[in-house]
């Protein structure tokens, strides 16, 4: 960067303004992100600039303790963002930055169940996070059921075996102490709202 280049926007992740927080802390991470990245720690050895290899010249994102922050709005960086900030119990999220950046972060917010402050969803970004005007309207009526609805989109995406999706899902819904809907029972409600 040469002094006539501007500086990169800082993308910052927060707890949202009176939600509580589990934790702060700066290097509060779980193991599973720390084992994807090459880690340089600060003065008291807590875990602060994630790279994701050697011959990167600057970090993925930055572990400031009470907020993270990155440049990029790459999707890997922003989902390993997200699961620090579940891990310390940030169940509603504030976002700023550039609008790439919050929009990313809310797409793949709703796949984990964060609640995102800062960025204003377009019908392309509930698209993208597999979530119609419909099924937001449902959300409001029945939060549990709107969200196993999104593990399902989520796990349709990541698993490519059926039949293991099929088990995963009705552990989920027997989980939450309810019956799975069959297809039959979605197709009525589509065949509903037209």
């Given at each position: 960067m040469t002094p006539s280049e501007p500086a990169p926007a800082v993308n910052?992740?927060?707890?949202?303004p009176g939600a509580p927080a589990r934790s702060t802390a700066k290097g509060d991470v779980?193991?599973?992100v720390l084992d994807r990245y090459l880690v340089e720690g600060?003065?008291?050895?807590?875990a602060e600039r994630f790279f994701?290899?050697?011959?990167?010249?600057?970090?993925?994102?930055?572990?400031?303790?009470?907020?993270l922050t990155s440049t990029q709005?790459?999707?890997?960086?922003?989902?390993?963002m997200l699961k620090i900030a579940r891990h310390r119990g940030w169940e509603?999220?504030?976002?700023?930055?550039?609008?790439?950046?919050?929009?990313?972060v809310w797409i793949q917010a709703q796949s984990l169940g964060l609640e995102v402050h800062g960025h204003r969803p377009r019908d392309r970004d509930r698209?993208?996070?597999?979530?119609?005007?419909a099924s937001s309207q449902k959300a409001l009526q029945d939060p549990l059921a709107e969200r196993l609805a999104r593990a399902a989109v989520v796990v349709a995406r990541l698993i490519p075996d059926p039949a293991i999706q099929t088990k995963l899902l009705e552990a989920a819904w027997a989980r939450a102490g309810r019956a799975r809907?069959?297809?039959?029972?979605?197709t009525r409600d589509r065949e509903r709202r037209r």
């Open positions: 910052r992740l927060r707890p949202a779980p193991d599973a600060d003065l008291r050895g807590r994701r290899d050697h011959r990167a010249p600057a970090p993925m994102f930055r572990d400031r303790g009470g907020s709005a790459y999707p890997d960086a922003v989902i390993d509603r999220i504030q976002v700023s930055g550039d609008p790439a950046f919050r929009r990313e698209q993208a996070a597999g979530i119609d005007r809907p069959t297809e039959r029972d979605t």
